[in-house]
């Protein structure tokens, strides 16, 4: 049964269509393997090979790859809860409370979001402190290091928006306050406050702006930096383990 | 040959260089790259422009809060839709911001304390509006308050007077 559906497989994989799409037939040698890897978009930014060590739990306990999931899961989760949300301020509040009370799985949906999001701040604060203690930011991954702040501050900033959407009494206190720091800001502090809230008070441009800065430019600028990020941590030759670093360690 | 060499572009031809040494390609590389400079902040000042609202739909600064007789002698009054204190003293009225000056909660009059307090991060203010301790860097603001021709409080929110302008009723 296993042998007749190999056989099926790899007959598959010569035809003509497999092919065109595949760009190349099997890969059954080391040498069309890595070309596999390199030739397909959504394989390219992997290594074609990896240390058996960088693989152990203990070498990044797959911080990274537990935010990108929850990424993934609150890209999926929110634009489901899309579906049912006005960014206005006569429908928010009631449009959360109905994706609560009254949509089918609603509640389960948004509590997904919600938690996935809580988590993904928690992941990403701990996936910076792991890297930085095994010396993650040193040579050659210093530009990386660069990148992992940049979204660290998207991931703050996208948990930050997101929390006025909801529209009660925490929200828009959470947004007052935050606001209010930045225009403490020296000189264009007000300014930035002006502009970021479309008006003076948090209201309903304020709702909009942080509506249209959480679900598609924060986003969009997330992705784009995460590309950067995990093309990058293949470049400069994979995980930061303890041997190779030869600073006398283990 | 000599200054061929040392010019940037060594195999473009004398013929093709305008005054100064500078070929035509530098030329056009600058102009290219000047208008494109330049109609890049044009773009940054225009959408600049365009996120600053014109007309904005927030509530009215200016708000009348009704008679004088309504607020009794020595005492503070919050007018929640406002949030502005009406103070009234021996001395006269004024009205107080009940927006904290530390990061913009809502104060809240404690009369048995006698003082303003802040529920967000503990500000304490006196009725006037002096800061009596907390992190709130100033005291809260009087706004200009005046009577109307038909004899109510007017309040603008938008005008800061300094603590010592009471209006005597």
């Known amino acids: ?250 | 040959m000599s200054d061929q060499q040392n010019s940037s572009h060594p195999n473009v031809p004398l013929s093709a260089r305008v005054g100064n040494g500078i070929t035509r390609r530098d030329f056009l590389n600058e102009v290219t790259l000047g208008a494109l400079g330049i109609a890049g902040l044009g773009s940054v000042a225009v959408t600049y422009q365009y996120f600053s609202p014109n007309v904005l739909f927030e509530p009215a600064t200016t708000f009348r809060a009704g008679n004088p007789d309504l607020y009794p002698l020595s005492s503070v009054t919050f007018l929640q839709d406002q949030q502005v204190y009406i103070v009234r003293m021996p001395e006269g009225f004024y009205a107080v911001s009940a927006v904290c000056t530390h990061l913009g909660c809502v104060t809240q009059w404690k009369p048995d304390a006698e003082m303003i307090a802040c529920p967000c991060h503990g500000s304490k203010f006196k009725p006037d509006g002096t800061k009596i301790e907390g992190p709130a860097p100033r005291p809260l603001p009087h706004f200009a308050i005046s009577l109307t021709a038909d004899g109510e409080l007017l309040v603008d929110k938008l005008q800061n007077v300094k603590p010592s302008q009471v209006l005597k009723v």
């Open chain 1, 1 to 250: 049964m296993a042998t007749t559906f190999q056989s099926a497989f790899h007959s598959l994989r010569e035809t003509k269509v497999w092919k065109s799409i595949f760009r190349r037939g099997p890969a059954n040698t080391k040498r069309t393997r890595s070309h596999a890897v390199f030739g397909n978009l959504s394989l390219h930014w992997l290594p074609v090979k990896v240390r058996e060590k960088s693989l152990r739990v203990r070498a990044s306990y797959y911080l990274g790859s537990i935010s990108f999931i929850l990424f993934i899961v609150l890209f999926v989760t929110g634009i489901l809860l899309m579906f049912y949300y006005h960014p206005a301020a006569p429908h928010a509040y009631r449009d959360m409370k109905d994706l609560q009370f009254v949509v089918s799985n609603g509640v389960f949906l948004r509590n997904l979001h919600r938690l996935a999001a809580h988590l993904m701040v928690f992941a990403v604060f701990w996936h910076m402190f792991h890297v930085f203690y095994r010396g993650g930011y040193k040579p050659p991954h210093e530009f990386n290091w660069i990148i992992g702040v940049v979204l660290l501050l998207l991931t703050l900033f996208l948990s930050y928006t997101g929390y006025l959407l909801p529209w009660d009494q925490l929200a828009f206190w959470a947004v007052t306050v935050g606001t209010n720091i930045i225009s403490a800001m020296p000189f264009v502090g007000n300014k930035v406050r002006f502009i970021l809230l479309g008006g003076n008070i948090v209201g309903e441009n304020a709702l909009l702006r942080f509506y249209v800065l959480h679900v598609v430019i924060l986003p969009l600028v997330a992705f784009f930096f995460i590309g950067i990020h995990f093309w990058r941590v293949q470049k400069d030759g994979g995980l930061t383990t303890k041997h190779r670093d030869g600073d006398g360690q283990e």
